[in-house]
């Protein structure tokens, strides 16, 4: 499980991303970015 739960090139992580305000900017599941128009 070495490739999990870091940001690093060729790991596996889950990001949220927010701006100043805590709006949600972007959402990263395994490394891939998730389209938010689905969420």
């Given at each position: 499980m070495a490739d999990r739960g870091r940001?690093?090139?060729?790991?596996?992580?889950?990001?949220?991303v927010l701006d100043r305000q805590?709006?949600?900017k972007a959402v990263?599941?395994?490394?891939?970015?998730?389209d938010l128009?689905?969420?």
């Open positions: 940001l690093a090139t060729g790991c596996h992580a889950d990001v949220v805590f709006a949600l990263y599941v395994e490394g891939e970015e998730i128009a689905d969420a």
